[in-house]
């Protein structure tokens, strides 16, 4: 299947400065890819629909000040948290879409980055 | 809006017997299903899915998966379980049209003992 390669796997950041986390798809070509959250034994919620060369669109509830995406290559997407706090800490995956037989499209996965903010 | 349901927090099972984790959607339109399997602090894996066709659907690893439309489910099935199954199991829809994005059911721990 697709990879789709997510950096870093894991960072600890302090309380006030911003984190970028990358998401890219290695051999193919994402117009879409999605931001989820994942608390500790919780299910995966959609934060944001990333489209390359347009605006981001957000989940309800999803600071967008606050978590800014941004797609500037059809192979690449970014998170960055800013002005992280420690309620921010959680479990960061991503996904992108890709164009299967038929028309269909279905989504592969990053491996995921667990953010910890001291 | 969809919906997915994984009434099960935890199953457990013996290794070499058969699991099953539930799974029931809501969803307008026709729905895409799909199952992915999540180990301790690692991204998502793909197992199968469901567009189309055949109500059985084979999967990675000897899963396979039942779309039934009438009861709206999707229960993931193997016929034999192995210890290293244990991990966590998502069941995600979406539909045909319009939003593009995965809804996930809140997970099922499958636990396979020894």
């Known amino acids: 299947g697709a990879v789709v390669s997510q950096h870093p796997s894991w960072v600890i950041c302090k309380s006030g400065t911003s984190v970028k986390i990358e998401c890219r798809s290695l051999?193919?070509?994402?117009?879409?890819m999605f931001w989820y959250r994942q608390f500790p034994k919780q299910s995966l919620m959609l934060m944001a629909t990333?489209?390359?060369?347009?605006?981001?669109?957000?989940e309800q509830g999803v600071e967008k000040d606050k978590f800014l995406i941004n797609h500037a290559s059809l192979t690449l997407s970014t998170l960055t948290v800013t002005s992280a706090h420690p309620e921010d800490s959680s479990f960061y995956i991503c996904?992108?879409?890709?164009?299967?037989?038929?028309?269909?499209?279905?989504?592969?996965f990053g491996q995921g980055t667990r953010l910890t903010v001291v | 809006a969809q919906s997915v349901a994984q009434p099960e927090d935890q199953v457990n099972v013996a290794e070499g017997n058969p699991l099953t984790v539930k799974c029931t959607y809501s969803?307008?339109?026709?729905?895409?299903l799909f199952w992915y399997v999540q180990y301790p602090n690692r991204g998502l894996q793909f197992l199968l899915k469901?567009?189309?066709?055949?109500?059985l659907v084979k999967g990675s690893y000897g899963f396979e998966a039942e779309f039934n439309k009438s009861q709206t489910s999707f229960h993931l099935k193997k016929p034999s379980a192995l210890v290293s199954d244990s991990a966590l199991y998502f069941c995600?829809?979406?539909?045909?049209?319009?939003?593009?994005?995965?809804?996930f059911g809140s997970g099922t721990r499958l636990q396979v003992q020894p």
């Open positions: 996904s992108a879409r890709v164009q299967a037989r038929g028309g269909n499209t279905e989504a592969f």
């Open positions: 051999d193919f070509q994402a117009t879409t």
């Open positions: 990333s489209n390359e060369g347009s605006k981001a669109t957000y």
């Open positions: 969803v307008s339109g026709n729905p895409y």
């Open positions: 469901y567009i189309t066709g055949d109500n």
């Open positions: 995600a829809v979406r539909a045909d049209t319009g939003r593009r994005a995965l809804t």
